[in-house]
């Protein structure tokens, strides 16, 4: 983050995301100020909180994949909510907490993948010797049955390697195999033969109930309620020695590093750098007037209040406290308006930033300027079959054109109108792509305003039928 100055992070978004330089700069802004923040003095980082921002702006504009990147920009823990999905305290439906809990899985999610990164390799090679382990064993004998219901369940196992009384003279000749063999495995000589492998059975026994920290369901496993006391049900699996690698070396990860760690670190993540996007916040905003028992909206409202002032949500985690999480809301505000919002939402929001329609321009620039330009998702689509697709300058100004008259005269669906467009496009080549003889296709102009004549037409027709 000491790296990216607010002017870079624009740029990096700019990859991405036409237009809306407002919001753009918005974001950048509240990103680097976790950066400063962070140089400061313990006692003076308590104090400053992150400035909450509000993006106002039709669907399709932009909104969602302006936090979605700034999050991935800096590997930061991001969610993204609907404010309609909440329910007031005291009514069946998800409570506003399970917004801090869904962030701290995510979390600990990114946190468990980082780590076992790190210690991969060495996972790999104890993957090897497991497999070399497998195809070359010593004599079987069974180990000591400590825990009495190790047998009742059937999961008694076998000594290992360093246990028992072996003959000296085996061993040694097994050992020196089994070097020779994790040579072959690692040169990928065996990938394609078939191996037995043991592996835990991830389905386990769980209980659900209604938790008194909210309404959401919480399920606990329980083998984290009784710990060691039931033995782990491990099952049988007959795969190619290429697959068993992999599955052995993420069992062998996971021993590896030391789960306590990875959560405490990913709760200080979660705290110090997690964006949660609200999504769809005028759908909750206005006052309700029918006074009948049905979930308001202020009351909602009321129940996201303290998340974003700042509170502690209990996890199973542990606790988790929300001062200092950037909180990023969105909605279009065609009917309600800010002022709508109760005034204390309207406090912790302090940055609003009104993102406006995409027009032609907008839409030639996103078909031909961004990294995941619609064009190219669909043209490498089309090269999977062999069929390769070529738009030409005039093609894209009519794509855009269209795309831009059927927001005007239909829904404003924003930048998702292009893939209804590209769909309608496509249709015939993307249905005949497997069977057709001619490989190599230009998309012209006239190609597309073939292929939207007849909708045009109507459309046109339809704006004089009552």
Same mark, same amino acid.
């Given at each position: ?277 609200? =999504?769809? +916040? &005028?759908? *909750? @905003?206005?006052?309700? /007037? ?8 202020? !009351?909602?409202? #009321? ?90 300058? =005039?093609? +894209? &100004?009519? *794509? @855009?054109?269209?795309? /831009? ?8 669906? !924003?930048?998702? #109108? ?49």
């Amino acid at each position: 983050m000491d790296e990216l100055t607010p002017k870079q992070i624009v740029s990096e978004l700019n990859r991405y995301i036409i237009g809306q330089e407002e919001a753009k700069k918005a974001v950048a802004i509240a990103l680097r100020n976790r950066y400063r923040r962070s140089r400061l003095e313990k006692k003076l980082q308590e104090e400053i909180t992150p400035k909450n921002i509000v993006m106002i702006g039709p669907t399709g504009v932009g909104k969602t994949e302006i936090a979605r990147r700034l999050a991935k920009l800096v590997k930061a823990p991001f969610i993204k909510v609907e404010a309609t999905k909440f329910t007031e305290v005291g009514y069946v439906g998800r409570d506003v907490e399970s917004m801090i809990r869904d962030l701290v899985e995510e979390s600990i999610r990114m946190q468990k993948n980082e780590k076992m990164k790190t210690v991969m390799s060495k996972a790999q090679e104890l993957a090897l010797q497991r497999i070399a382990n497998i195809l070359l064993p010593y004599s079987r004998r069974k180990k000591n049955v400590n825990n009495p219901l190790e047998a009742l369940f059937g999961t008694i196992d076998y000594e290992n390697d360093e246990q028992g009384n072996y003959d000296s003279q085996e061993k040694g000749e097994i050992k020196e195999r089994r070097i020779q063999l994790k040579k072959k495995l690692a040169t990928e000589e065996l990938d394609s033969e078939y191996i037995e492998i043991e592996v835990e059975d991830t389905l386990g026994t769980s209980i659900d109930f209604f938790s008194n920290m909210g309404n959401d369901e919480i399920n606990i496993n329980m083998q984290d309620v009784f710990g060691n006391l039931f033995p782990k049900k491990k099952k049988k699996r007959r795969v190619t020695i290429k697959e068993a690698k992999k599955i052995l070396a993420q069992q062998e990860a996971q021993k590896l590093i030391d789960m306590d760690e990875v959560n405490a670190e990913a709760i200080d993540k979660a705290e110090q750098h997690g964006i949660i996007f609200l =999504d769809e +916040i &005028d759908k *909750i @905003a206005g006052k309700d /007037y029918s006074g009948g028992p049905d979930v308001s909206r202020e !009351g909602v409202q #009321r129940d996201i209040l303290p998340i974003v002032e700042g509170s502690t949500v209990m996890t199973k985690y542990g606790p988790v406290k929300t001062d200092h999480i950037l909180f990023i809301a969105a909605g279009a505000f065609h009917v309600a308006k800010i002022s709508d919002l109760i005034p204390e939402l309207q406090g912790r929001f302090p940055i609003r930033v009104k993102l406006n329609s995409l027009n032609k321009e907008h839409f030639k620039q996103i078909l031909t300027k961004t990294e995941n330009a619609v064009t190219k998702q669909y043209i490498a689509l089309m090269n999977t079959e062999g069929v390769n697709i070529e738009f030409t300058e =005039d093609s +894209i &100004d009519e *794509i @855009a054109n269209i795309a /831009y008259i059927q927001n005007e005269q239909m829904e404003d669906i !924003g930048a998702r #109108r292009l893939y209804t467009v590209f769909e309608k496009l496509l249709q015939d080549i993307s249905f005949d792509a497997p069977d057709i003889e001619q490989k190599d296709i230009t998309i012209d102009r006239d190609y597309v305003v073939g292929r939207f004549k007849d909708d045009i037409s109507n459309r046109d027709i339809e704006r004089y039928i009552i």
